[in-house]
């Protein structure tokens, strides 16, 4: 009896992958290192939500989703995992996606963690995982996640997507040039847009997210002669399609090369201080900066009402206010949530 | 940079206090009063020496009632937890630190009646209400701040305690705003429990501070252990300062704070405090001619410490602040400063301030740079 059970599931198992270990890269081998394998998914907004989907269906044994932030109206347009119960509700997005995963394939364990990626806790989360998917939508936090997966040798797949653009680049510590060979100075605090300032098409996030997720799989079955050697770019309005070789690594790459953690030893990351008696939070860049006020009042007058003067800029985003000074620190009224002014700071202001 | 926050940490420390927790830290490093080698004695003299200097400060014939802290906030929870009993009523005022103002809350949840008078709007105390609280019934001790740390306004510390002894009750002064600015001495000011920090205006490093204990007040220590002495006996020695500072104490600090208060001796206590009467005072008479800044406090340098509070019409102070550091490179705090009570009497809850503390390290040209950034900040609508 017990044996019949056993074989009606394998059959059932058998059945829902069937499309999948057919394919000649995966075969029932391939499928079961799926099942066996971990993935960390940092970051569960547009990519991660998506990226998570796919995952799940394709039958990763175990995903871990670490999200600091709430489901938001705004999110439905391109997050796929999450519908309108969870905005209303303002359910954490890893605590949403583990519920949607739990309908779409209960077979998948998904472990959610309603935290911010810190210096902190990074290596805990990258040490248990076999490959790191990249969700997140700032470079502070990819570049932590660089340090650590470099550090502990762990496998990532970076992907980025704003407005009709995307990218995504495979990282595997040892063989491949790392995130910071590739980038070794993050974009000025403020220079860059966010998708909350220039806007984002789902059908970029999408194509990234399914590359990212190819990627993923081509780990996990340990496919590495398939893997796509260096940073792919696109414009799915534009039709432009980019595929940059493989770049080298950098022998002097702070992270790869000289093994400098910097990010992970929390050297540069920005900081974040509640503010004695006050409903507000400040975060500071990690170095010291001039901001360009006027240039951030043009970017941010996409958003919403934009005030400003020679000193700060302020703008208003739900029930926060967040004013930003010259030197690029951000107080940020209404919260007392760390991970919450970090999580604004990095939309609007751009880490 | 210009750093106008002395009332939070003083700022920069004398060079003398880097330079002796790194020569303890090299030669003299061992566990105070615990071993007889020379390490171990080194350790004890040096923590013995900034002991009696501390004594010396604040006029303390027994060196042994003070006993150290890691700060004023410890140093005033090792005197109300230690002398206060369910029953017992204590005074204290509507201008204190959340440093006395939690733990007479906390203490007042078990049993111990808080009476609170209420200060004026610039931070002074009525001693006609003083005496009316303490006649109200049995008063076992007065609490009190010597100077608001959010207005600097300086309260009658020997009125206080002569009202306070006349009706039998004992007087703590949490001298966190003043130790190291004013001239503090126990027996002439009556005070019994002194709360000091080691790193305001002592110039010392942070982790330190003391408490002075009079000989007329027994605490019963909150934290029990190893003191160096009488270790046979499984109870808690009853001598100063050991029944008050078991564990090993903070060596290091101690010795940057024996080296800061060397630094104040030299300098002259009332030396310092002129020099801070004349920022002060320059400061306020320019703040005076700013458009649309309030000051709050008294206003005059006389009846303060160097610890100026404002509000800009038109701005949070939260955003003065930040403004103030990002555009002209001055450090200076909002908001509550830890002093919710004191702000509901000022007015300002639960905004706050923008406080602007200078130290005996200021120097005009820092005062006239802050004027000079605050009015072009008035002038600008936030």
């Known amino acids: 009896m017990k044996r019949r059970e056993q074989a009606t599931s394998e059959a059932a198992e058998r059945d829902r992958y069937s499309r999948q270990s057919r394919f000649w890269a995966i075969g029932p081998a391939g499928q079961e290192r799926l099942r066996a394998g971990r993935v960390l998914v940092i970051g569960c907004g547009a990519l991660g939500s ?29 997050q796929l995992l999450f519908d309108e119960a969870d905005a209303a509700a303002g359910t954490p997005k890893a605590i949403a996606a583990a519920r949607a995963v739990a309908r779409i394939n209960s077979e998948v364990e998904v472990r959610p963690f309603v935290a911010d990626v810190t210096p902190i806790n990074v290596e805990q989360f990258v040490a248990r995982a076999d490959v790191v998917l990249d969700g997140t939508d700032n470079f502070e936090t990819r570049y932590l996640v660089n340090d650590a997966c470099v550090k502990l040798g762990i496998p990532w797949v970076y992907g980025g997507a704003i407005g009709s653009t995307g990218m995504s680049m495979t ?23 966010t998708c909350d300032t220039a806007g984002v098409l789902a059908a970029s996030v999408v194509t990234v997210a399914a590359i990212e997720c190819a990627e993923v799989m081509k780990l996990l079955v340990g496919d590495r002669t398939s893997l796509s050697r260096g940073l792919t770019a696109f414009d799915v309005w534009t039709n432009d399609h980019l595929q940059a070789d493989g770049k080298l690594r950098d022998p002097d790459c702070p992270c790869c090369g000289q093994r400098r953690f910097e990010y992970l030893d929390a050297l540069v990351t920005s900081r974040t201080a509640s503010l004695c008696g006050r409903d507000a ?6 170095q010291p900066l001039k901001l360009d006020l006027a240039d951030l009042v043009r970017k941010l007058e996409a958003t919403g009402p934009v005030t400003s003067n020679d000193y700060l800029v302020r703008c208003l985003v739900d029930r926060h206010e967040i004013t930003i000074f010259a030197d690029g620190r951000a107080i940020i009224k209404g919260t007392t949530d760390l991970a919450v002014a970090r999580s604004l700071y990095a939309r609007y202001v751009g880490t | 940079m210009i750093y106008l926050d002395n009332a939070a940490t003083s700022f920069p420390k004398p060079p003398a206090v880097a330079e002796s927790i790194v020569d303890f830290l090299e030669h003299s490093a061992g566990n105070p009063g615990r071993s007889g080698h020379a390490l171990a004695i080194a350790a004890q003299a040096v923590v013995a020496a900034t002991r009696s200097q501390l004594a010396a400060l604040f006029g303390v014939p027994d060196p042994a009632r003070i006993v150290f802290a890691l700060n004023a906030t410890d140093a005033l929870n090792t005197a109300l937890w230690g002398l206060l009993r369910p029953g017992d009523r204590v005074v204290t005022t509507s201008i204190e630190h959340n440093a006395v103002a939690r733990p007479l809350h906390a203490m007042a949840e078990r049993g111990i009646e808080v009476t609170r008078v209420a200060c ?5 105390l009525n001693l006609d209400d003083l005496d009316r609280a303490l006649r109200s019934g049995p008063v076992r001790l007065v609490a009190m701040c010597h100077a608001s740390n959010v207005c600097g306004t300086i309260l009658p510390v020997r009125e206080a305690a ?10 703590l002064l949490d001298a966190a705003q003043t130790a190291g600015v004013l001239l503090i001495d126990v027996i002439e000011m009556g005070i019994d429990l002194l709360a000091f920090p080691g790193h305001k205006a002592l110039l010392g490093p942070t982790g330190t501070g003391g408490l002075y204990v009079g000989p007329s007040v027994r605490l019963t220590p909150m934290r029990q252990g190893g003191t160096g002495t009488r270790s046979a006996e499984e109870q808690q020695p009853d001598e100063l300062p050991e029944a008050l500072e078991a564990g090993t104490p903070n060596t290091v600090g101690i010795a940057g704070l024996g080296a800061a208060l060397g630094y104040l001796q030299q300098r002259g206590q009332p030396a310092i405090r002129a020099h801070e009467v004349a920022l002060t005072t320059r400061l306020i008479d320019g703040l005076m001619d700013i458009p649309g800044l309030r000051i709050h406090g008294t206003g005059d340098p006389a009846r303060q410490v160097a610890t100026v509070s404002v509000s800009l019409e038109g701005w949070e102070p939260v955003d003065v602040a930040a403004a103030l550091d990002s555009s002209f490179g001055i450090a200076v705090r909002s908001g509550l400063h830890c002093a919710p009570l004191a702000h509901r009497t000022l007015g300002t809850f639960p905004r706050g301030t923008v406080r602007l503390s200078p130290g005996c390290f200021t120097t005009d040209d820092d005062v006239d740079q802050a004027l000079a950034a605050l009015r072009k900040l008035a002038r600008t609508a936030a």
């Not at chain 1, 040039?177 to 590739?182: E, I, K, T």
């Open chain 1, 171 to 193: 990282i595997v510590p040892g063989e491949t040039a790392c995130f910071r060979c590739l980038f070794p100075t993050p974009p000025p605090v403020g220079a860059m847009e």
């Open chain 2, 162 to 171: 002569q009202r306070a002894h006349e009706h039998g009750a004992l007087f």
């Open chain 1, 281 to 286: 939070v400040q975060v500071s860049p990690g």
């Open chain 1, 50 to 78: 998506v990226a998570v989907n796919l995952l799940a269906r394709a039958g990763v044994g175990q995903i871990t989703v670490v999200d600091r932030d709430f489901v938001e109206l705004s999110n439905l347009q391109r």
């Open chain 2, 120 to 124: 004026a709007a610039d931070g002074t």
